[in-house]
């Protein structure tokens, strides 16, 4: 267990729809990573937040957003749900921000989407 | 744009094996070089390397960066079954704040 906890663990949901997974980082943790995978594709990084702040942004489309709440967990919001965004959905978590300092990174057990 | 290349994309050994993953990158500003295992489902931390030369080691895995040559090699000694999964290579720079991953070596242990 590597204390990055994810919920849910599945779900499915139709097109156009708005989903919200969450995610709450290990005690100490500040930072917070969202990666998508797809079957054809590796961990395609989303988002990245450290203590509240948005740090960095990756292949995140307009229709997908993301926070970090003042007790650190984060939510990963996806709206106008299509076919092609049936994924896993991970979240990781590190102390340091990965920049500049050397930090490992924790997984979630991740969120499967489907979307029918 | 920086990149992490892992190679073979794909493996099948039989138990008792030696295997050699390899990840290669390119990036700006190099910080450090993460190895994870993924089974069924979340990425499992192995080993984080930032010094050339300096093995990581746990129980059968060992790892070892070169900084100069700009890859780094995950080697598993004495393979079981349990060792199948998809082997994931990921590097963290000083010029972004995010992990960026290779496409993983999928690694089938056969009895």
């Known amino acids: 267990d590597s204390g990055v906890t994810q919920t849910p663990k599945h779900l499915i949901t139709a097109t156009g729809q708005r989903v919200t997974l969450r995610c709450s980082p290990r005690?100490?943790?500040?930072?917070v990573y969202w990666y998508q995978q797809s079957l054809d594709q590796g961990l395609q990084f989303l988002i990245q937040?450290?203590?509240?702040?948005?740090?960095a942004k990756g292949n995140i489309l307009e229709r997908f957003s993301a926070q970090q709440f003042p007790d650190l967990h984060s939510e990963l919001n996806l709206s106008s749900l299509e076919l092609g965004d049936s994924a896993l959905y991970f979240c990781?978590?590190?102390?340091?921000?990965?920049?500049?300092?050397?930090?490992?990174?924790?997984f979630g057990q991740g969120t499967r989407l489907t979307v029918v | 744009e920086d990149k992490v290349v892992q190679s073979p994309l794909s493996l099948v050994v039989h138990e008792g094996d030696t295997v050699t993953l390899n990840c290669s990158y390119e990036?700006?500003?190099?910080?450090?070089l993460l190895w994870y295992k993924q089974e069924k489902k979340a990425p499992t931390f192995l080993f984080m390397l930032t010094s050339s030369g300096i093995e990581k080691k746990s129980g059968r895995l060992s790892s070892i960066l070169d900084k100069k040559e700009l890859f780094s090699i995950l080697n598993i000694t004495a393979t079981q079954t349990g060792d199948s999964a998809i082997y994931l290579c990921?590097?963290?720079?000083?010029?972004?704040?995010?992990?960026?991953f290779g496409k993983g070596t999928s690694l089938l242990v056969t009895p």
């Open positions: 990036v700006t500003n190099f910080r450090s």
């Open positions: 937040y450290y203590n509240g702040e948005e740090r």
């Open positions: 990781a978590s590190s102390v340091g921000q990965g920049r500049y300092e050397n930090t490992e990174a924790f």
């Open positions: 005690s100490g943790d500040l930072s």
């Open positions: 990921a590097v963290f720079s000083n010029s972004g704040y995010a992990l960026n």
